[in-house]
């Protein structure tokens, strides 16, 4: 079956007797049963409130089934999932080789967090080839992180090749896999041994909900991520988990959509002169186009706007001058979002050199023309600023 069925097909799985379409919401901390004998037995299902109910189970499964992993946990956010991935298989003397283009607060979990507790970690250049990557482990380099497309300049990692070097090092593989949403890229099924990604993002699809994914490949693995989830009291609330089931059911249809528009809107700033540079791996310009389009089935609308000259102040007339994009952090919602990414960039190893500002765009589901002509609102005041 094709992913839009697999994701709906049990929603309308014939009932015993009526049934709403969604699992109902059940919130409860105590679980009653029939006989003492049944109290721990979790033959029966969960035995707390805190293991999650039927709607925690469907979100979980269908996430599983569509990465190929042996297991999904989902946890309160997308950092907790990065971060409970990372303690769950690593231990004090460890090190973490880490994209340079990572998820800024993970890279504050692996500063602070983990190096408190006797876990290193170095950085390596977003674009470093695969044997070059494999060259800077040593033999305490446990897990190799990485995030593809990267962090506000969406580089694409080789991520079939790294884990063929993981693999042959005997280092974890780890992939935050939010751009793709667990639908255009499936690293477990390259090999990956664990996915993390931020349910915030597209499968919510509403901007009204926080929730992460760790996707395990194999049964070994599940069970360090179980075992300290258990420790931990990791709990996600059942109206969000809900919330999450709810939006993934139609994650394709929107995806596609959400890349119908970003294409339209990055086509056309690719012509606009304020541009010096559209980051967006789908377009045939990008220097990672061809990993993208070998091994993505589709494309997120998540980019990079580096401005041709300007500075700070310029960037941030353009942003005050548009109407239809909200300025606010996170992505993957139906709304169109801008925010300036330069902050960002001065936190890495190797901060990259840009023409000028850069500019992260979400493109929403809104009318891709109403977006363009709000854009060139926005890069109007910009020319303004900047000539100013």
Known sequence: MDEQTRLIRSATRRPQGRRPVNPPIARGTTLLNARAADLRDETLGPVYGIDGAGVHAELSRLLAEMEGADRTFVVSTGLTAVSVALLAVLEPGDEVLVTDACYWPGRQALQRTLTRLGITFRCHAPRAEPDEVAAL??????LLLMESPGTATFEVQDVPALVARCAEAGVISMVDNTWAASLLFKPIQHGADLSVQALSK????????????????T???????SQLIADLGLYVSP???????????????????HARNGRRVA????????????LWPALSSSPDHALWARDFSGAASLM??????GDGRAAEAMLDAL????????????????????AQLTGRAEPPSLAGPLIRLHIGLEA??????DLERGLAAFRASRSG
């Not at 597209?202 to 395990?216: L, N, P």
């Not at 809900?242 to 596609?256: F, S």
């Not at 086509?267 to 559209?278: I, N």
């Not at 990079?304 to 000259?309: C, I, S």
């Open 137 to 142: 482990f040593t033999e305490r380099t446990r």
């Open 202 to 217: 597209y499968v919510s699809g509403h901007s009204d909900v926080f929730g992460g994914a760790i996707s395990c490949r």
């Open 219 to 225: 049964p070994e693995m599940s069970r360090q991520v």
């Open 239 to 257: 109206d969000d988990a809900w919330l999450m089931l709810r939006g993934l059911r139609t994650l394709p249809t929107r995806m596609a959509q």
């Open 267 to 278: 086509e056309w700033l690719q012509g606009r002169p304020e541009v010096a540079e559209v």
């Open 304 to 309: 990079g706007v580096v401005l041709d000259g």
């Open 323 to 342: 109407e239809l994009f909200g300025l606010g952090f996170s992505w993957g919602g139906f709304e169109s979002l801008a925010t300036c990414e330069d």
């Open 368 to 373: 891709p023309s109403d977006l363009i002509a």
